[in-house]
C-alpha cells in the first residue's frame, strides 16, 4: 500500500532495556513552562513526558520531519498487520498492532541511532515514530512509540501547548532542569487513565478520517530523508 519501495531494516523479535510502551492514549497540556504528554493505554500502562520550553522548536520542526518519514512505511505495515494477524473483537487491531511492533527489534535501532542513549531523540522504525526518553524528561529510561497520524489528529492541541509553555517560561526565572522537574510531578499526581475520557469517533467516522489521510499520502511527493540523515531524527539535551 505504500507508493513505493524503500530498503527495508531487518526486524528481529526483541526489546529493549529501557521500558516501551506502545502508545494508544495521548494526553497533551502544558505546566510550569513545558509541553507535557501522558502516553499509554487503558490498560495502565503510562509514560510521564515532559519537554521544557528550550527544546520544543527543534523537537517540533524534527517531529514534522519524524511524520512524513514514518508514514513511507506506515500504511504498508498497517495493511500488513491487520490482514495477517486473527483480530477478534474491536479491541483486537489495537492489541495485534501493539504486540506486532514490540517485537521489531526497537533495541538495535536505538543502539544504532547515536552515541548518546540519554538524550532526548526521534527516531522512526517500521512506520511508527519512537521517542527515546531519560530524566530530566521522564521518570526513567523510556521508549514512546508513536502511530504518526496520532501527531497530525492532535497538531491543534500540540501547538497550543507548545505556545502555553512559552509564554509560561518567559515569565519564569526558574531554570529549565527545575521547571521539567515541577512539570513531571505535577502530571505525576494525575490519575491514569484520566477521568474524562474524549469521546470516540464511531467506526464509519474512523474509517472515513483512514481513507482520507490515506488518500493525502497517495496524492503527495514520497518523503526523502535529507543526505547524510541517520535514524536519530533529533537529540536534544539541556
Known sequence: MS???KPGRQARAGFTSRRTVVVDMLEIGAVHGSLTMRAGRDDGQLVRI???APVLPSFMENLAHARLDAEEEYWRVIHHITTSTPVNGPGGVPQAIEKWLLAQNWGSVLAAADDAPDSLALITHVG???????PPYAAG?????FDPLQFQRLERNLLHACRTAHEQAVNSTTHPLETAALALRHISSQPWPPRAQPTLPSQEEAAAYMRGRYEAFQRRSPYIRADGNTLDLFSESL
Open 3 to 5: 507508493k513505493r519501495k
Open 50 to 52: 515532559v519537554l521544557p
Open 128 to 134: 511508527h515514530i519512537g521517542l527515546r526518553l531519560a
Open 141 to 145: 529510561r523510556a521508549l514512546a512509540i
